[in-house]
């Protein structure tokens, strides 16, 4: 079976910074794009980045970028999100997808996922 596993949350200062990680089993790794997602306390789960298959192209979204960087490791079946220059307003549960082959333009929709992780909690204080 498939399971993704994040890791890496906590609490941390605003400026601060904090790299996730999800480990994927049970797919073929490098054949799946990879997506955050993060829901913040009483609000609509939300798209925060993904990474290609193939060319590793990365996408973000605009309240993020500049500050966060999604890379891969496949020799690990590992994704990764780098968050750097942390705000109260990013505090939320953080989870990660696994998409198999779907469209870039896709890759921002929960539709197209076939996986997802269990979640990690990110707090960030003012």
């Known amino acids: 079976q498939v399971q993704l596993v994040e890791s890496g949350g906590g609490l941390v200062q605003a400026g601060g910074s904090l790299r996730l990680s999800c480990a994927a089993s049970g797919l073929t790794f490098s054949a799946y794009s990879m997506g955050w997602f993060r829901q913040p306390p009483g609000k609509e789960q939300e798209f925060v980045g993904a990474?290609?298959?193939?060319?590793?192209?990365?996408y973000y979204a605009g309240s993020v970028e500049g500050r966060f960087t999604i890379s891969r490791d496949n020799t690990k079946n590992t994704v990764y999100l780098q968050m750097n220059s942390l705000k109260p307003e990013d505090t939320a549960v953080y989870y990660c997808?696994?998409?198999?082959?779907?469209?870039?333009?896709?890759?921002?929709?929960?539709?197209?996922?076939?996986?997802w992780g269990q979640g990690t909690q990110v707090t960030v204080s003012s």
């Open positions: 990474i290609t298959w193939g060319l590793r192209t990365t």
């Open positions: 997808a696994a998409d198999f082959r779907g469209s870039a333009l896709g890759l921002q929709n929960r539709g197209q996922y076939d996986y």
